[in-house]
Nanobody, 115 residues
C-alpha cells in the first residue's frame, strides 16, 4: 500500500521558517519525481516545488526563492524548507509522487502564517 505522510506544518509568525517532510512507503522512492503543492481556502491547488529522480528542481512562482526542495533517497523522504513565510503562504501543503502514469498524494499538512 502506497503512503505519503507529510509533517512539519504548524503556526508560524511572518518571517518565520518551517521544514516540511514527506515520508513515503510502498513505492520505489528513488525513481519517483516528488512534488510539493499547496491549496489555500477558496483557491486552486498550485505547484510549489518539484524535485526529479535525478535531483533537478523546479519551483512555482509562489516559492519566490524562499523555498528549497530536497530529497533523501536512503530515507524515502522529501523535504521542503520554507523561509521568510508570509500570511499568503497559509495553505494546506501536499506531497505528490509521480512515476509515468502513477501519481500518489499525501493527506497534507496545514501551514498557517499569522502574528
Amino acid at each position: 500500500q502506497v503512503q505519503l505522510v507529510e509533517s512539519g506544518g504548524g503556526l508560524v509568525q511572518p518571517g518565520g521558517s518551517l521544514r516540511l517532510k514527506c515520508v513515503s512507503s510502498g513505492i520505489s522512492f528513488m525513481f519517483y519525481k516528488m512534488g510539493w503543492y499547496r491549496q489555500a481556502p477558496g483557491k486552486q491547488r498550485e505547484l510549489v516545488a518539484i524535485i526529479t529522480a535525478g535531483k533537478r528542481t523546479n519551483y512555482g512562482d509562489s516559492a519566490s526563492g524562499r523555498f528549497t526542495v530536497s530529497r533523501d533517497n536512503a530515507e524515502n523522504t522529501a523535504f521542503l524548507q520554507m523561509t521568510n513565510l508570509q500570511p499568503e503562504d497559509t495553505a494546506i501543503y501536499y506531497c505528490n509522487a509521480v512515476l509515468e502514469s502513477k501519481s500518489h498524494w499525501g493527506q497534507g499538512t496545514q501551514v498557517t502564517v499569522s502574528s
